[in-house]
């Protein structure tokens, strides 16, 4: 079957500036997760959907950072304006009840 | 919090059996066990979970010591492609409860 799919892979942008990210999880799965990874840590879920309702964004920093999830399928994460920080691996994941199934991760530099 | 205690990095030769030790001794009776890795520049992949019992699978065993305080996931033939990090996670049963990864333990397989 088809793995969770994300693009792009890698965006490099200034500060300030603005970005988003697109995720298309596995059919049939109706919980979908972004998580962000900062280089020599763990993920750390910032959004969690159930369909195309929130679940969980108790970490989410809702300033700049922004998601929605499209019917129920697709998801974007968008982050405006971007700070030096920001800079991480962003990872989505969907599961259909016991296990997430994540996908490559979308590399963001900040400069 | 991560609330599971995992030794920061660990070598094995390769064809050798690798036992990842993980220590959970404030887990409650209804968390699961759940092991994730992550391949360099890949995102986090399931491998097993468990709750009271050993289990087994295609790609490794999780053995659970009676107390539920610590477990041990057992790779049997470790190879170069097991390099990863590896990550042990307590995990509330249930459809939609978040992964909370800690910093995880290094296997690097030796040639």
């Known amino acids: 079957e088809a793995g969770v799919a994300q693009s792009p892979r890698y965006k490099i942008i200034e500060k300030r500036q603005s970005v988003a990210f697109w995720c298309n999880p596995i059919?049939?799965?109706?919980?979908l997760y972004w998580y962000q990874q900062i280089l020599g840590q763990g993920p750390k879920l910032l959004i969690q959907?159930?369909?195309?309702?929130?679940?969980?964004d108790s970490q989410l920093p809702k300033d700049r950072f922004s998601a929605e999830r499209l019917k129920g399928v697709d998801s974007t994460l968008k982050i405006q304006p971007a700070k030096l920080e920001d800079s991480a691996v962003y990872l989505c994941?969907?599961?259909?009840?016991?296990?997430?199934?994540f996908g490559p991760g979308t590399r963001l530099t900040v400069t | 919090d991560a609330k599971t205690t995992q030794p920061p990095s660990m070598d094995c030769a390769e064809g050798r059996a690798a036992n990842l030790p993980c220590n959970h001794s404030?887990?409650?009776?209804?968390?699961?066990v759940y092991w994730y890795r992550q391949i360099h520049s890949q995102g986090p992949q399931y491998i097993i979970h468990?709750?009271?019992n050993n289990e087994t699978n295609e790609m490794a065993s999780l053995i659970i010591t009676e107390d539920r305080k610590s477990s041990t996931l057992i790779l049997p033939h470790a190879t170069l492609r097991d390099t990863a990090v590896y990550y042990c996670?307590?995990?509330?049963?249930?459809?939609?409860?978040?992964?909370?990864f800690g910093t995880g333990t290094l296997l690097a397989v030796q040639p």
């Open positions: 994941a969907s599961s259909p009840y016991d296990k997430q199934y």
């Open positions: 059919s049939g799965h109706a919980t």
């Open positions: 959907f159930q369909n195309n309702g929130v679940v969980d």
């Open positions: 404030t887990i409650s009776g209804n968390e699961y």
């Open positions: 468990g709750l009271k």
């Open positions: 996670i307590r995990l509330y049963g249930g459809a939609t409860n978040k992964l909370i």
